[in-house]
């Protein structure tokens, strides 16, 4: 079992900054990529940034160029630039241990981006 704890998130103006983290503890040797998820009210959950073991990294459309990724071994952050009130949503943090077939979920740090 891994167990996945945020923090980090808030209330914001329009244009901050905020940086999310998630410390993962439990069975980290099973964790492959890690990963930062958001969902909106009325929305769908969707995946806005993920990082492997090995250092790759890939970034919904939505949040290129405005969202970092970083990972040092069982903590993973999100930097989170520019940000827009379309930005608001719970984020969840995300493991994936497909040894085990295995997806865990942390319970989600609210952000709010005010206009």
């Known amino acids: 079992q891994v167990q996945l704890v945020e923090s980090g998130g808030g209330l914001v103006q329009t244009g901050g900054s905020l940086r999310l983290s998630c410390a993962a503890s439990g069975s980290i040797f099973s964790i492959n990529a890690m990963g930062w998820y958001r969902q909106a009210p009325g929305k769908q959950r969707e995946l806005i940034a993920r990082?492997?073991?090995?250092?790759v990294t890939n970034y919904a459309d939505s949040v290129k160029g405005r969202f970092t990724i970083s990972r040092d071994n069982a903590k993973v952050c999100l930097q989170m630039s520019s940000l827009k009130p379309e930005d608001t949503a719970v984020y969840y943090c995300?493991?994936?241990?497909?040894?085990?077939?295995?997806?865990?979920w942390g319970k989600g740090t609210l952000v709010t981006v005010s206009s």
């Open positions: 990082i492997t073991s090995a250092g």
């Open positions: 995300n493991a994936e241990a497909p040894a085990f077939g295995m997806a865990y």
